[in-house]
């Protein structure tokens, strides 16, 4: 059974940092390009960032230089460290999970709330 399980999401002051964590089972983690989108009610789900299987690293403009994306194989997990926070962050953060060879897969995670708000 697949499942991607998001944590670490919470409220948080404007310039604070959170650390979100996403440990995937199911699948063979390695071999999956993984990625962390976000969205408000007001908004389409957006890529925040991306990590491939050989750990290239790629961010939306609006968050690059605060955010860090990585990737724990040995413990099927990654990690988005946000820093110096601001109120348009938040948003519900949720991982993905692609997959282009030999077949196609996505998998998505049941997200988690960040709010930054004073």
Known sequence: QVQLVES??????PGGSLRLSCVASGFTFSSYVM?????TPEKERELVATITTAGVKNYADS?????TISRDN??????????SL?????????CKA???TFGTYDYWGQGTQVTVSS
């Open 8 to 13: 670490g999401g919470g409220l948080v002051q």
């Open 35 to 39: 990625s962390w989108y976000r969205q």
């Open 63 to 67: 968050v690059k230089g605060r955010f």
């Open 74 to 83: 040995a413990k099927n997990t990654i990690y988005l460290q946000m820093n």
């Open 86 to 94: 601001k109120p348009e962050d938040t948003a519900v953060y949720y």
């Open 98 to 100: 692609v997959r282009r």
